[in-house]
């Protein structure tokens, strides 16, 4: 299950990116990817399509939304998060 | 090349109903951006918007009219009723001709679509009313104002998102400075705040979930708002000749792309349309004593447009006042350039300088005078109109005191 959430992340940044899945780094941030701002917010529309989630995600103030984006490990830690959040309630 | 001159102004937004209820608001530095009233509202992420609200249009316009208006094209006649009654303008015979109509919009018919997509997809109808091509084109707005008061000279519409306004009143400006026209209709409207308008939006997550607050540290956003702001334009020795009342004159104009991004604005782009308006308007860069911004209260917005001014005035980008209205009424979109341009005619009239309100913390990226939260009295003669919009594409507008 686990594993799923983040291969699914992984290939929706990968896509992207335009880079194969295991060219994707757990440790790489969008930046590094070649990800803008553009690409940032399809991949979060992409991801709560995947997982029929919302994403609390402002680009104005990316740095205090609760979804951490500062490298692929936080974008999948935090879809963890919302997807068990979702499954709760 | 013919001198431009404005003679009558007119608008209804969130702000006011009229010209004089808009500036006594930004006089009073007061907020038009409220909680949204629309269908489906709990569905929308973003539930607040510069909404014009207690307009009834049954008691302006009767059912054919509006079976034909859109919300987009109501607010513009509204606005050219009262610009042309101010301007005392009759147009027949020659000045007919002689008279033309630009605005800008950026959506057309928006309700209107939203409504009939209602029909056809949600509700399953095979069948529309039979005007709603006619009721949501673009250049309907100009359509109805050309023939309601005959004007039968150069009309079109322009659209280029957030700078629709400011692009259409520069080709009215050069329309009649180049001798092509001797009066213009001219400014812009927009009518967005509908279900799928802003559900459009909030995919680019740039919505404020609950002000505009343009050039604070905090700001989190743009909001959307609605209406419209129409003016005449006329030649300068026309209006002379007849005693008309000169509200102010229109001395230059700008208009640059940025080849660069659809989405992020550019400082070197925004700052060579600022200079370029104010060679085109033949003053020196410290004549000007304010801007009105284009102030989105984005996070990028903001940042590079304070940049660009500093890059455009180089010292005096210290000692003018810039702030940006679109905290009180909203972002009009294609019509915003139009709303704001109040603003500059307030600041020349009348001496005061239209606050930025919802300023809360100072940005270090935003360091310029930008008229924190009260309004300021000011003799300026010189003042800008800044519109840079989605695309890239930029234009600004440059007036003085006659």
């Known amino acids: 299950m686990s594993d799923d959430i983040k291969d699914k992340v992984i290939a929706i940044i990968a896509e992207q990116a335009v880079l194969e899945p295991s060219d994707v780094n757990m440790d790489a941030t969008l930046e590094d990817l070649g990800i803008d701002s553009l690409g940032l917010v399809e991949s979060i529309f992409a991801i709560e399509e995947a997982f029929d989630i919302s994403v609390p995600f402002n680009a104005n103030e990316p740095e205090k939304s609760e979804f951490d984006i500062s490298s692929v490990e936080s974008i999948i830690a935090a879809v963890r998060g919302l997807v068990a959040e979702q499954s709760a309630s | ?104 919009n950026s959506g057309g018919g ?10 056809v997809y949600e509700d ?47 080709q009215a400006f050069q329309i009649i400075r180049s001798g092509m026209a001797e009066v213009m209709i001219t400014g812009g409207s927009e009518s967005m705040l509908c279900f799928g308008g802003v559900k459009a939006w909030e995919g680019l997550r740039v919505m404020s979930k609950d002000a505009c607050r343009p050039f604070s540290a905090n700001r989190n956003g743009m909001v959307q708002g609605e209406g419209a702001a129409v003016f005449v334009f006329e030649e300068y020795e026309h209006a002379r000749a007849r005693g008309a009342e000169i509200l102010a004159e229109v001395i230059g104009f700008a208009m640059t792309s940025d080849a660069a991004d659809i989405v992020m604005p550019s400082k070197q782009g925004a700052a060579r349309t600022i200079a370029g308006a104010v060679k085109d308007a033949r003053v020196n860069p410290e004549q000007v004593g ?98 840079f919009a989605f695309g890239g594409l930029n234009a600004v507008l440059v007036l003085s005191r006659v």
């Open chain 2, 1 to 104: 090349m013919k001198r431009v001159v404005i003679t009558g102004q007119g608008t209804i937004n969130a702000l006011g109903t009229n010209v004089s209820e808009t500036w006594e608001a930004m006089r009073e530095g007061r907020c038009g951006i409220g909680p949204l009233e629309m269908r489906d509202v709990d569905r929308l992420a973003i539930q607040i918007g510069g909404q014009v609200k207690g307009y009834d249009p049954e008691t302006v316009f009767n059912r054919q009219q509006i079976l034909l208006y859109d919300r987009f094209t109501q607010f513009t006649l509204l606005s050219a009723r009262e610009a042309i009654a101010q301007a005392g303008l009759n147009f027949i015979g020659d000045l007919a001709t002689r008279t033309g109509v630009v605005l800008g």
């Open chain 2, 290 to 387: 304010y801007i009105n911004a284009h102030g989105t209260g984005t996070a990028a917005n903001d940042k590079t447009e304070c940049a660009a001014v500093a890059d455009a005035f180089g010292h005096h980008a210290d000692d003018l006042m810039i702030s940006s209205t679109k905290s009180m009424h909203g972002h009009l979109i294609g019509g915003t350039g139009a709303v704001e341009l109040l603003a500059c005619t307030l600041a020349l009239r009348e001496g005061v300088i239209a606050p930025t309100i919802g300023y809360e913390e100072p940005d270090p990226e935003c360091a310029l005078d930008v008229v924190p939260n009260v309004a300021r009295e000011a003799k300026v003669e010189v003042v800008l109109s800044n519109a």
């Open chain 2, 110 to 119: 928006m309700n209107t679509l939203d409504e009939n997509y209602r029909t």
């Open chain 2, 124 to 170: 399953g109808k095979n069948r529309v009313h039979p005007f709603v091509v006619p009721k949501l084109m673009n250049n309907a707005a100009a359509s109805h104002v050309s023939m309601e008061f005959n004007l039968k000279g150069p009309t079109f519409t322009v659209s280029t998102a957030c700078a629709s306004s400011n692009h259409a009143m520069g």
